[in-house]
């Protein structure tokens, strides 16, 4: 079986050890795309190579001088032919029921224009663990559930093609945080709807080496743009939650004056206070002890959740 109205789309930066597998999981899926493109976002290291050995002409691949992950999405997106796009980062990997799962989804809640689902973590030493996701299945609160769960994260978003690009797709330019900028305003536009299945397999290690090589972002776009007084309080909440997090990587790498910018204007947060004090406290340590000091703190904390999911 084959799909009519949905397009997968990859963005690919110097993936070569695992784009092998993340198209692998898409051809073996039960309910095929219409279409699979891949965007090389100027990589230097033969991943386009390992796209171009795969015979499947469902696949697309496009190049671009290296413009960033945002960039490439987008251009995925106003070239794709689905009115859907499921998006699959180069380093994940789907179960074969994946899309078939978000298909039924579609015409079982029409109200909603995004969708997610549940999925495994993988950390690098190649253990598995359930992600921390709602367990109710249709239209959800997306800003309420995603302050303490993960209702999408790009690997197991399908997007309705047209909102997204009306929303203006993703934030080009922004290195951390861009996928959640879009999602706030999607949310605040459309219904989002969520399958608690586990159907996707998020590389948690492979996928933070930008925030572990953080420079200052070049964008017209930042999370403040997303937080004021005519939004719901709870959205200015969820907005806050993803700035913090952020300030938090931007402090590790030593921007102290970004972070301490950013903890100034998301000090009225109500239901972040702790991430704000974890901010400030790392912000005032020597920048030279900031990367061990927060190593042990995600490391304590992968050992909490991972002992509260077993």
């Given amino acids: 079986m084959r799909s009519d ?12 050890d695992t784009i092998g597998a993340a198209l692998s999981s898409v051809l073996a899926q ?33 190049r ?28 994940d990997e789907w179960m074969p029921q994946y899309l078939q799962h978000v298909s039924r989804a579609i015409h079982e809640f029409p109200q909603c224009r995004a969708f997610g689902s549940g999925f495994f973590v993988r950390d690098q030493k190649g253990r598995v663990v359930p992600g921390r996701t709602p ?7 997306f800003f309420a559930e995603s302050m303490s769960r993960y209702v999408l994260i790009p690997s197991a978003a399908l997007l309705h093609r047209q909102t997204a690009l009306e929303c203006g797709g993703f934030p080009e330019g922004m ?55 005519q939004y719901s309080d709870i959205s200015n909440e969820y907005v806050a939650r993803v700035a913090l997090g952020k300030a938090l990587v931007i402090s590790t790498r030593g921007g102290t004056a970004e972070a301490r910018r950013t903890a100034r204007f998301f000090a009225g947060t109500r239901q972040n206070r702790f991430a704000l004090a974890k901010l400030r406290i790392l912000n ?15 490391r304590l904390a992968w050992l909490i959740a991972k002992k509260g999911m077993s």
Wanted: glycine share 6%; aromatic share 8%; no cysteine.
């Fill in 30 to 62: 039960t309910l095929a795309p219409l279409e699979i493109i891949v965007v090389d976002d100027g990589s230097d290291d033969g991943s386009a190579e390992i796209v171009e050995s795969f015979t499947s002409p469902m696949i697309r691949l496009l």
């Fill in 284 to 298: 005032a340590l020597p920048a030279s002890w900031r990367p061990a000091a927060m190593r042990l703190y995600n």
């Fill in 175 to 229: 290195k951390l945080g861009e996928d959640q900028y879009l999602w706030t305003l999607m949310a605040r536009r459309a219904s989002v709807g969520f399958l608690p299945e586990r159907l996707v397999i998020y590389s948690r290690g492979t996928q933070n080496n930008s925030a572990a090589t953080y420079t200052p972002e070049k964008s017209d776009y930042s999370l403040e743009q997303l937080y004021g007084p």
């Fill in 64 to 91: 671009q001088s290296n413009a960033g992950v945002s960039a490439a999405r987008n251009r995925a997106m106003r070239e794709a032919a689905g009115e859907w796009v499921a998006l699959l980062d180069a380093d």
């Fill in 5 to 16: 109205n949905i397009s997968v789309i990859i963005p690919l930066y110097r993936k070569r």
């Fill in 135 to 141: 367990d109710r299945r249709g239209p959800v609160d």
